[in-house]
């Protein structure tokens, strides 16, 4: 079975800095990477998918990258409101999937 | 518009049996493969079974292969999950989902249902 490895698996930033998570696949899994993001006591919620494509409604500040076994969701300046944890998830053999250990984000 | 709507969670004493429900609407249910994801307290996700949209196939995590039994009633539209011998590593919110992120980069999910295995 392919497992995700997410790093770190928390992190405290400032307001307006760049933040990068970093998603390992342990066999390639072309670009089938997606990135969630779950708020406090809230359902899960798609930011990007094959990659890099933005969910509509996203704001731009996120990005993400990456193709085969190495993937980066990247938030371009932190706000207040990004605060949560980020999943990555590999849908390569959907409908199975399997998920990333999450990245959890908080504010300094 | 879709909407899920999970129920059927609950407090069940470890070795018991428990059956989800997932009502959906706003789309041809039958159309789409369903899954649930489940998260401990605390936790992350886990994906936990999917049904391909006729109900033919079945797809399961090692962690829930052998107890868990995914089925489908596309004349209800309802997707449900039957859970037997449980144990205490089971209790988490069960979301049922609608994957479409390789056909249409987008997914649906439910609000969830808490289910507690506790004696």
């Known amino acids: 079975d392919i497992q995700m490895t997410q790093s770190p698996s928390s992190l405290s930033a400032s307001v307006g800095d760049r933040v990068t998570i970093t998603c390992r696949a342990s066999?390639?899994?072309?670009?089938?990477l997606a990135w969630y993001q779950q708020k406090p006591g809230k359902v899960p919620k798609l930011l990007i998918y094959?990659?890099?494509t933005l969910q509509s409604g996203v704001p731009s500040r996120f990005s993400g990258s990456g193709s085969g076994t190495d993937f980066t969701l990247t938030i371009s300046s932190l706000q207040p409101e990004d605060v949560a944890t980020y999943y990555c998830?590999?849908?390569?053999?959907?409908?199975?999937?399997?998920f990333g250990g999450g990245t959890k984000v908080e504010i300094k | 518009e879709v909407q899920l709507v999970e129920s059927g969670g609950g407090l069940v004493q470890p070795g018991g049996s428990l059956r989800l429900s997932c009502a959906a609407s706003?789309?041809?249910?039958?159309?789409?493969?369903m899954s649930w994801v489940r998260q401990a307290p605390g936790k992350g996700l886990e994906w936990v079974s999917a049904?391909?949209?006729?109900?033919?196939?079945?797809y399961y995590a090692d962690s829930v292969k052998g107890r868990f039994t995914i089925s489908r009633d596309n004349s209800k539209n309802t997707l449900y999950l039957q859970m037997n011998s449980l144990r205490a590593e089971d209790t988490a919110v069960y979301y049922c989902?609608?994957?479409?992120?390789?056909?249409?980069?987008?997914?649906?999910w439910g609000q969830g249902t808490l289910v507690t295995v506790s004696s």
């Open positions: 094959a990659a890099s």
């Open positions: 989902a609608n994957p479409r992120i390789a056909a249409a980069g987008t997914d649906y």
């Open positions: 049904i391909s949209g006729s109900g033919g196939s079945t």
């Open positions: 706003g789309f041809t249910f039958s159309s789409y493969a």
């Open positions: 998830q590999k849908y390569n053999s959907a409908p199975e999937v399997t």
């Open positions: 066999q390639g899994i072309s670009n089938y």
